[in-house]
């Protein structure tokens, strides 16, 4: 599966918009981009997903950029709550040997 | 989404023991699980996967007889650590796989070996 690039961390002030960028320029035609975060001591909690068009749902949206080799999670007005690490994986979607693999990811603090 | 239980959430163990933790999908089926172990502030690390009726495969360096995994029916997958030892330690995440090929994640098991 193709590697996937964030920023370390980065702040946000509550009832803003956070951004999250992801570079992944060696991506494949069939792999997809997801977005999990992790908040402190709990399990990764699934966002969003998607291929080549931007997608939305009741948590966040996510902007694939027309090549392909990046996208953005946008939470459109943050929380505290939103306050976790977030991880941008590639992966290959309806395959047996297909795994998701965690990078470092992106460390959101949503402050007062 | 859909929902992943684990249970223990928290166990304290005797160096030597052995320990299960069970990991459910609670409104639908997977034939697919993984199971993750996540050190103190480093990233979840794949262990295994774990298929419904099959031996699990395991990763690079992760010993399978010390980590018995049993995946015996669509919704339950146990994880066994045996002969427990104070570095097997670890915060232990099991995910399923649903049918449109999501993966959902438990609330996570924290291992303590004395």
């Known amino acids: 599966d193709a590697k996937t690039t964030q920023p370390p961390s980065m702040d946000c002030a509550e009832g803003r918009a956070a951004n999250l960028p992801c570079n992944h320029s060696?991506?494949?035609?069939?792999?997809?981009v997801y977005w999990y975060r992790q908040i402190h001591s709990q399990g990764p909690q699934y966002i969003i997903h998607?291929?080549?068009n931007n997608e939305t749902n009741e948590m966040a949206s996510l902007i694939i950029t027309e090549d392909r080799k990046s996208s953005t999670l946008i939470l459109p007005h943050a929380t505290l709550r939103d306050t976790a690490v977030y991880y941008c994986i590639v992966r290959v979607k309806d395959g047996t040997a297909s795994k998701l693999t965690f990078g470092t990811g992106t460390r959101l603090q949503v402050t007062l | 989404g859909a929902v992943v239980s684990q249970h223990p959430s928290r166990v304290i163990c005797k160096s030597g023991t052995s320990v299960k933790i069970e990991c459910r999908s609670l409104?639908?089926?997977?034939?697919?699980m993984f199971w993750y172990r996540q050190f103190p502030k480093q990233s979840l690390m794949l262990m295994a996967t774990s298929n419904e009726g099959s031996k699990a495969t395991y990763e690079q360096g992760v010993e399978k007889d010390k980590f018995l995994i049993n995946h015996a029916s669509l919704t339950l997958s146990t994880l066994t650590v045996t002969s427990a030892h104070p570095e097997d330690s670890s915060f232990y995440i099991c995910s399923a796989r649903d049918r449109l090929d999501t993966q959902y994640f438990g609330p996570g098991t924290r291992l303590t070996v004395l």
């Open positions: 060696t991506i494949s035609g069939n792999e997809y």
């Open positions: 409104d639908f089926q997977a034939t697919t």
């Open positions: 998607g291929l080549k």
